[in-house]
């Protein structure tokens, strides 16, 4: 990445709050922090988009739909820090997140946990094709219009980060915390 970021050592603000919460969850300022950090107040922004949608569909449903949408694009920094997030929070074990990012219908999700995944990767493969069916199908899955929109924001937003970072070519970083087995299945939808 040729962005030149700001020195933890000397950051101060937002982008000192930012550092501090990467070194003191897992003891290193993560690269695409760094990157975020060079506009604090559209990162900001981001946090504030995601705080106002995580409330009406759950903490499950937002990292599913990002699960989703960050394994359509392909996005090493997302799939292995919203694979830790996941493991953390316990929403899963680490055999069926191994499954939802290698076969998400082999995954054993709930209908509508797996309408949720395919909602997010369809909008972050192909959304000029997505049709009223395609929201049919989370209300049929018992999510509310509200939820439906929000789902669709935390896909979207999974989309404006993930692109960002892989536009400017931010290094990836080891996640602590991941057995190798799981972040080479967080990363297998990297190679095809």
Do not use: W
């Amino acid at each position: 990445m040729i962005v030149d970021t700001p020195n933890p050592d000397s950051a101060t603000g937002h982008v000192a709050k930012m550092y501090s919460d990467d070194l003191e969850a897992d003891g290193l300022v993560y690269a695409h922090t760094r990157a975020m950090a060079v506009n604090p107040e559209a990162h900001q922004a981001f946090e504030a988009l995601l705080g106002a949608v995580i409330p009406s569909i759950g903490v499950r449903t937002y990292e599913l739909a990002t699960l989703g949408a960050a394994r359509a694009i392909g996005s090493p920094h997302c799939l292995l820090a919203h694979g830790r997030k996941t493991l953390r929070a316990d929403l899963m074990d680490e055999e069926q997140l191994e499954r939802l990012v290698r076969d998400p219908g082999d995954a054993g999700l709930s209908d509508a946990d797996l309408a949720v995944v395919d909602f997010a990767a369809r909008l972050s493969r192909n959304p000029r094709e997505m049709t009223d069916a395609d929201s049919e199908r989370l209300r049929v899955a018992g999510f509310t219009d509200r939820q439906i929109v929000d789902i669709t924001l935390a896909a979207a937003a999974r989309n404006f980060l993930s692109r960002a970072l892989l536009a400017l070519a931010v290094p990836v970083d080891e996640v602590p915390g991941l057995s190798p087995k799981l972040t080479a299945a967080l990363l297998s939808p990297l190679e095809t």
